[in-house]
Nanobody, 122 residues
Framework: QVRLVESGGGLVQAGGSLRLSCAAS????????MGWFRQAPGKEREFVAA????????SYADSVKGRFTISRDNAKNTAYLQMNSLKPEDTAVYYC???????????????WGQGSQVTVSS
């Protein structure tokens, strides 16, 4: 089992940047595919990005390609989401997720963080 804690959210103006961090407990962080999702008010939760166990494979939603970058530091048990050129429509609660068995493109995760609010003002 792994516990996930997000940090780094906040309020930013359109065009600005934020970096979210997801700190994982335990000593087997590199056994987990990591993902980021978001949920805006009144909308379904949606996939944002995912990264393989080694960090060599990444996947992004079309809406964030070229603006967001997912990465991980297995030595620090932490995953990151660098968000650049932020838009008001990026406003949402962002969740990190971890899965020990499935691949980067599965979209299914067993473990979830509590979420971090990102608000982009116009």
């Amino acid at each position: 089992q792994v516990r996930l804690v997000e940090s780094g959210g906040g309020l930013v103006q359109a065009g600005g940047s934020l970096r979210l961090s997801c700190a994982a407990s335990g000593r087997t962080f590199n056994n987990y595919v990591m993902g980021w999702f978001r949920q805006a008010p009144g909308k379904e939760r949606e996939f944002v990005a995912a990264i393989s166990r080694s960090g060599g494979i990444t996947s992004y939603a079309d809406s964030v390609k070229g603006r967001f970058t997912i990465s991980r530091d297995n030595a620090k048990n932490t995953a990151y989401l660098q968000m650049n050129s932020l838009k008001p429509e990026d406003t949402a609660v962002y969740y990190c997720a971890a899965d020990p068995l499935r691949g980067v493109d599965s979209g299914e995760y067993d473990y979830w963080g509590q979420g971090s609010q990102v608000t982009v003002s116009s």
